[in-house]
């Protein structure tokens, strides 16, 4: 008996430009939403030190570890892409690391300016992919 295995060639899309905004907006609202509570919730000796407060690291961590850690787990994306059918994957078409996932993460402001600067200017991007991700060698795709 012969088995024959022929390769499916899957054509991957690249997410546009404005679903990654909606998500992003939605994963904006449920972290500010998280750090308003807990903002709420704790105490802090420091009132009149509005942004250099003990609990801004609190913060800043908590948002590197939605990020990167949505983006590393099974379903590939933060809960903004997961409701609009993106998934973050590898330029292979892999699951991606949590060291490419921090990349993106603090590398997602130098992006936005990027957008900003283009949109801006009238320079409408060729390319789906943003600087973070091919600074991370990812890539966000529809499921």
């Known amino acids: 008996m012969q088995a024959i295995y022929t390769q499916t060639d899957k054509k991957v899309e690249l997410a546009d430009l404005s679903k990654r905004i909606i998500a992003f907006t939605l994963d904006l609202l449920l972290l500010l939403s ?10 802090s ?3 009149q030190a509005y942004l250099f ?3 801004r690291i609190l913060d800043f ?4 570890l939605y990020f990167a850690g ?9 809960l903004g892409k997961y409701l609009l059918g ?11 690391s949590f060291k490419s996932a921090t990349i993106r993460y603090f590398a997602k402001p130098i992006s936005v300016v990027l957008v900003i600067l283009r949109f801006i ?5 060729i390319s789906r992919r943003t600087f ?12």
Not at 34 to 43: E, R, S, W
Not at 61 to 64: A, E, I, Q, V
Not at 89 to 96: K, M, Q, V
């Open 121 to 125: 200017f009238g320079i409408f991007p």
């Open 61 to 64: 961590s908590l948002g590197w």
């Open 34 to 43: 998280l750090i308003g509570l807990i903002d709420y919730l704790t105490y």
């Open 45 to 47: 000796s420091d009132e």
């Open 70 to 78: 949505m983006e590393i787990c099974a379903c590939q994306a933060t």
């Open 86 to 96: 993106l998934r973050v994957t590898s330029t292979t078409g892999n699951r991606t």
């Open 132 to 143: 973070h991700d091919k600074l991370a060698n990812t890539m966000v795709v529809t499921r």
């Open 53 to 55: 407060k003990p609990e």
